[in-house]
């Protein structure tokens, strides 16, 4: 599959996301769950971004990014399910964009220990505010299967699509992360 095909496919893949506006996609818990992290580009782009930075990793830290991201979500969302916010909740979601685009931009590869912590705590964030999205009359069990799930499968494809491309493509993940960060210095921003 060329590298033209593969972003083609991103891209149609992506497109209806971007249409979907951040809470409330209908009465289903399990659908508002997949659609929230597929719906705001903030949560998008830094679950792409763990993703793409656990793909640059080598050893434990291939899998225990995503793992732990995924896992402190869930911790993040039961949180929010019960009322509890964080302080500067969306300026700590665009600075887990920012930061996580910087790190695919520059291929960072910290001790493991630090990058699962700073992981952790980003997670934290997005979770805080999924759990707080919970909408009415939906079980709080089935909204978080629905955005652990979505969680999972942006990690998934980001992580597959460094693994897919050729090495010389390196610098087109490179981008991609550097646009990332600009767009979370856009959101802190605004």
Known sequence: MTLKRILGALALLLTPALALAHPGHGDNGLITGISHPLGGLDHLLAMLAVGLWAAQQQGAARWALPCTFVGTLLIGGMLGFEGMNLPALES???ASVL???????????PPL???????ALFALFHGVAHGLELPEMSSPWTYAAGFVAATAVLHAAGYALVRVLPQAAAPLVRLAGAASAATGVWLLAG
């Open 92 to 94: 700590g979601i665009a």
């Open 99 to 109: 930061a996580l685009g910087l790190v695919v931009a520059l291929a960072v590869r």
């Open 113 to 119: 220990v630090m990058a699962v912590g700073a992981t």
